[in-house]
């Protein structure tokens, strides 16, 4: 049991946050990079592809819109940014549209989450977050007295 105190306290320490945070600022620099060339080098052969994809989901009624939802389902499921996909939602579905569809995918797709996160995945989740020192802290916290 002291084994288990021991790994719990060097857990809960924070890891170095000055070198942490240059990591994901060049990350996030890197990224932005990326897309800015993707999009220059891409741009019009996108704007044709997001004009077929419009034309594709609108011509399938609802179940398009049904389409435009399940695709948010496994994108939330695996954590994938989602701005990128809301975008294009919203470029064919509409302002009103696009955020009905965003916001039943989102809600769909965190539902499912939970829910595989409280039964199939347990104990991959509990794993991953023995080794979480912001997780630790909450759990310290949050303990019943």
């Not at 019009?44 to 179940?63: H, I, K, M, N, Y």
């Not at 049904?66 to 948010?72: C, G, P």
């Not at 955020?99 to 595989?116: E, F, R």
Request: aromatic share 8%; with cysteine.
């Amino acid at each position: 049991m002291a084994e288990a105190t021991s790994s719990y306290e060097a857990a809960a320490a924070p890891p170095d946050e000055p070198r942490s945070m240059a990591r994901h600022w060049f990350a996030l620099g890197t990224f932005i990079l990326i897309v800015v060339v993707v999009l220059v080098l891409f741009a019009p052969q996108s704007v044709d592809l997001l004009l077929e994809l419009r034309a594709w989901l609108t011509g399938r009624g609802a179940a398009g819109v049904a389409i435009s939802v399940a695709l948010f389902v496994p994108w939330i499921v695996l954590t994938v940014p989602s701005t990128t996909l809301e975008l294009v939602m919203g470029a064919v579905w509409g302002f009103a549209g696009g955020g009905a569809v965003n916001v039943a995918g989102k809600c769909l797709g965190s539902s499912l989450a939970y829910v595989l996160g409280l039964s199939v995945l347990k104990e991959l989740v509990d794993e991953k977050a023995a080794r979480n020192w912001r997780v630790l802290a909450i759990k310290r916290k949050v303990q019943p007295i």
